[in-house]
């Protein structure tokens, strides 16, 4: 059977799965509409021949299909055969139409049927994760004016001021319990985007109906365009977005308090995930709304606990415990958004874990932006970056705004992590420099996306580092093959393996926020889940195989540590007492058991 063979289930590392049984006879879902309507609804629809007899006879289909019935294992295998020749019809075309061209057929399934389409991406996801994630996401929004054929989402303009209360009721869903929203302003490391972003808020979305099992009835991507400062976007006739510059300050903050109001009006429980906002925007409205909302930036947060894990893991990938963190020199590459995030949440757990083994408390981290390494005599020093910037009495021989290739060579670093944003900044020169390394096994992570804007390649980065290294990307490249059956393990760096169990963890705890003790919890539990064996191979994060697994963990630990914390008041019918009750394994159990999976429900119509 098709669905034995999943490489979802094959690759599943733990026993317990998060697929539920064949057998299990799914419950009734009410839908208050029929016929024709029920057709056109990607929620309830099966395809069209996919509803049985007695229910087109329920629903007020009889007629309006073709009399042949097809399971759903038949419209599975026919839709992965189209995909299939697809794959085969285009091969050796350039590889942006081969991307679209994916994208497409699957984002054609998903309007027409949510049920096929997550079954499809849940099963097939490290196929179908780099089409409707990074990095096809950011060519889909790069071309999303001209892509455009039906909407997706809620879009909130500079123009609906005053307006967003009565808005939000105009979403057809009653009960919403996740949002991802952009203002299009970061686009990965594609820039302003204007409204083109909302793919990215689509994008997550999905990763969160795949990793986390969020029903796709209760996620909601919004765009929120205030405008853009992209000239080209402004001067093409097909851009959808407002056409005129970003509104700034005051103007800029009131539409989105406005949008957060009314989102939490509605829907007070509904956790509010913030996306590529630039680097000002990301940090003022995660200060501005983390107390009163709950809510998190992933590329703040998210981010600093992937890194965080990756950065433990080259510990013990030299054999070295943690402890050693300490004595490791890591330079990151990038004072963004997501290289701020990583520093502030990693000199917390240095701190940390140097205070837990009585170890001296060392800085072993250099921060450098696109001026070179950041030092307290920096002009302008950035506030944000001024905690992580050096004393120069402290790093003899390396000045002020010294290049990353000086940095590299005269610290002879542990870590090279780039949030850059900026394709081959760790050159040929670079890399080789690596081979110098204080470390047995030197890291690099290329983690800004997508692809072409990756600091360097997986195949650079064992070509000029040398093959002892352990690589990381944000976007995803192939293993490298090293010669004589060597194999430079991939790993894929991107915050994918903790904003859904972060996301659904709160969700499930019922917290009011989302505190730094619940964000540390995630990164721990992802930086927990490998074994040494595979650390020591240079295996440092999970196969996006076992994403729900990973998920599942990671929303358990995030439950826990809200409950720790006294901010867990519940969800549905299991309340703050229960979860307090609850033992590790029965809170992995409660979080997979809350899991959404698709399967065709018997539909049972309501007025
Ligand atoms: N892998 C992941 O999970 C993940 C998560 C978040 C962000 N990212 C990626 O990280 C990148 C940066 O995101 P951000 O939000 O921090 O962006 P940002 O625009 O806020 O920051 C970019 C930073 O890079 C610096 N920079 C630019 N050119 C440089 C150069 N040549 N050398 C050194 N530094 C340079 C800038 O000065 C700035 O400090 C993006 O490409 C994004 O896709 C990846
Ligand atoms: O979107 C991603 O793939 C990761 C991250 O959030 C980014 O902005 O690059
Ligand atoms: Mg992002």
């Known amino acids: 059977m098709w669905w034995k063979v999943s490489r979802f289930a094959a690759a599943s590392r733990l026993s317990r799965s998060t697929r539920p049984l064949s057998t299990a006879i799914p419950g009734p879902c009410i839908v208050h509409k029929r016929g024709a309507d029920i057709l056109h609804d990607p929620w309830f629809n099966k395809q069209d021949t996919g509803f049985p007899l007695t229910e087109r006879d329920r629903l007020g289909l009889r007629g309006l299909l073709p009399?042949?019935?097809?399971?759903?294992?038949?419209?599975?295998?026919?839709?992965?055969?189209?995909?299939?020749?697809?794959?085969?019809?285009?091969?050796?075309?350039?590889?942006?139409?081969?991307?679209?061209?994916?994208?497409?057929?699957?984002n054609r399934l998903h309007d027409r049927n949510e049920t096929l389409y997550y079954r499809v991406l849940i099963d097939n996801i490290q196929d179908f994760a780099p089409v409707i994630y990074t990095p096809t996401v950011g060519l889909v929004c790069q071309n999303y004016s001209g892509l455009f054929r039906r909407p997706r989402g809620m879009y909130f303009s500079a123009k609906d001021k005053g307006e967003m209360m009565s808005m939000i009721y105009n979403w057809p869903a009653d009960q919403v319990e996740m949002i991802v929203i952009t203002d299009g302003s970061r686009i990965l490391g594609l820039g302003d985007l204007g409204v083109q972003g909302i793919g990215i808020p689509i994008g997550k979305l999905d990763m969160y109906v795949a990793a986390a099992g969020i029903n796709p009835q209760k996620i909601l991507p919004v765009?929120?365009?205030?405008?853009?400062?992209?000239?080209?976007?402004?001067?093409?006739?097909?851009y959808l977005g407002l056409r005129q510059p970003r509104l700034e300050g005051e103007e800029y903050i009131s539409i989105v308090d406005e949008f957060m109001e009314?989102?939490?009006?509605?829907?007070?429980?509904?956790?509010?995930?913030?996306?590529?906002?630039?680097?000002?925007?990301?940090?003022?409205?995660?200060?501005?709304?983390?107390?009163?909302?709950?809510?998190?930036?992933?590329?703040?947060?998210?981010?600093?606990?992937?890194?965080?894990?990756?950065?433990?893991?080259?510990?013990?990938?030299?054999?070295?415990?943690?402890?050693?963190?300490?004595?490791q020199k890591i330079v990151v590459v990038g004072a963004g958004s997501a290289g701020l995030g990583v520093l502030s949440m990693a000199v917390q757990a240095v701190l940390r874990i140097a205070e837990n083994s009585?170890?001296?408390?060392?800085?072993?981290f250099f921060l450098l932006d696109k001026d070179g390494l950041v030092t307290k005599e920096r002009k302008n020093l950035d506030p944000m970056a001024a905690p992580f910037a050096r004393d120069p009495a402290e790093i003899e021989g390396l000045r002020e705004g010294a290049s990353l290739l000086e940095v590299v060579k005269k610290l002879k670093p542990h870590v090279l992590l780039g949030l850059s944003g900026v394709g081959g900044v760790f050159s040929e020169e670079v890399l080789k420099a690596m081979r110098e390394s204080d470390s047995i096994k030197p890291a690099i992570f290329a983690m800004s996306n997508p692809t072409m804007n990756a600091e360097c390649t997986a195949e650079d980065a064992f070509k000029h580092a040398g093959e002892n290294i352990v690589f990381g990307s944000g976007s995803p490249f192939k293993n490298v093959d090293l010669g004589n059956g060597k194999v430079g393990h991939v790993n894929q760096a991107n915050n994918m393996y903790l904003f859904p169990g972060i996301g659904l963890g709160a969700l499930l705890s019922g917290a009011r926020l989302i505190s730094d003790g619940m964000l540390q919890a995630a990164s721990e539990c992802l930086a927990s889940y490998m074994t040494d064996e595979d650390i020591r191979k240079g295996i440092l994060y999970p196969s996006i195989d076992c994403i729900r697994d990973i998920t599942a963990e990671v929303g358990a630990a995030v439950v826990r540590a809200a409950v720790a914390e006294e901010l867990a008041e519940g969800h549905c019918e299991v309340g703050p007492r229960e979860l307090l009750h609850m033992s590790k394994e029965d809170t992995v159990e409660y979080v997979t058991r809350n899991m959404w999976f698709p399967i065709y429900s018997p539909l049972v119509h309501e007025k």
């Not at 019809?89 to 994916?102: D, F, I, M, R, Y």
């Open 67 to 106: 009399p042949r019935v097809i399971s759903f294992e038949q419209q599975y295998a026919r839709f992965m055969e189209s995909y299939r020749s697809l794959e085969k019809n285009t091969v050796g075309q350039p590889e942006g139409v081969v991307a679209l061209a994916k994208w497409r057929i699957l």
């Open 223 to 238: 765009m929120l365009d205030v405008g853009t400062n992209n000239e080209k976007l402004l001067k093409d006739r097909l």
């Open 262 to 327: 009314a989102v939490h009006r509605r829907w007070p429980k509904a956790i509010v995930q913030f996306e590529d906002f630039q680097m000002k925007w990301a940090f003022e409205t995660l200060q501005r709304y983390r107390k009163r909302f709950c809510t998190f930036n992933d590329d703040i947060q998210g981010t600093a606990g992937v890194a965080l894990a990756g950065l433990l893991g080259t510990v013990r990938a030299q054999g070295r415990p943690l402890a050693d963190i300490v004595n």
């Open 358 to 364: 009585g170890a001296a408390a060392k800085n072993p």
